[in-house]
């Protein structure tokens, strides 16, 4: 028996970020983990980005909330605290922004070839670990890919070739939204139980439990961090 595991995730997102840590906690501690197939799959927090756009996040943010760039700092700070509680590294200055269907595109090929965890790591570390720029930059996005594992020359050919593995792309964004998925991260255990957000990792474990002992119950709750296509919520202003 095995179950497979299908991930909605956009490398813009923070909180596919921490929700691929908290599931892979959970994953860890599964009995039956070798048993449990990962996919990663496509959704584009904005698909109308331009190929080449790239801009600050912080500015970003201030912009499209509405709120200080200061107040967009702070936001970045508070998810920042959230990465440290699960151990990841988390760049609050200096990232950016942009199109990701180049770097979908690419995670349909690891998939093809074995590496696509370790292709989203190394996109997830470029993109909130590192203040190097990532979106817009053919070569960074090789350099990336290469780090994580992928033949240089293919890596180039996908890119190269905008046709390349665009239609699993858009499959993938069809199928979330025909799932009624507006954010990310999404996941979906044994084509059935639907968990949405950065979910505590003991709602991961459950739902690995459920869906390896196929029972149906609600799972976690509307609340739970997550991005959609107006953006990633913003917390609350603090009055301290």
Known sequence: MSVTVDIWTDVNCPFCYLG???????????????????????????????????????????????ISVDQARANEQGIAAQAAEVGLPYQTEGRDFGSSFDMHRLLHHALAVGRQDALLDALYAANFADDTALFGDTDRLVEVAVGAGLDESEVRRVLDDPD?????????????????????????FAGKYAVSGAQP???????????WGEQIVPLGTESADACGADGCAVPAASDD
Do not use: C, W
Request: proline share 6%.
């Open 164 to 188: 390349a593995y665009a239609d699993a792309v858009r499959r993938d964004e069809q199928q979330a939204a025909a799932m009624g998925a507006n954010g990310v991260p999404f996941f979906v």
């Open 20 to 66: 691929k840590r908290r599931f892979e906690a959970a994953l860890e501690q599964f009995p039956q983990r070798d048993d449990v197939r990962v996919v990663h799959r496509s959704f584009e927090l904005d698909p109308t980005l331009p190929h080449d756009a790239s801009g600050p996040v912080t500015e970003h943010i201030a912009q499209k909330y509405g």
């Open 201 to 211: 990792t003991e709602t991961f474990a459950r739902a690995l439990q459920l869906a």
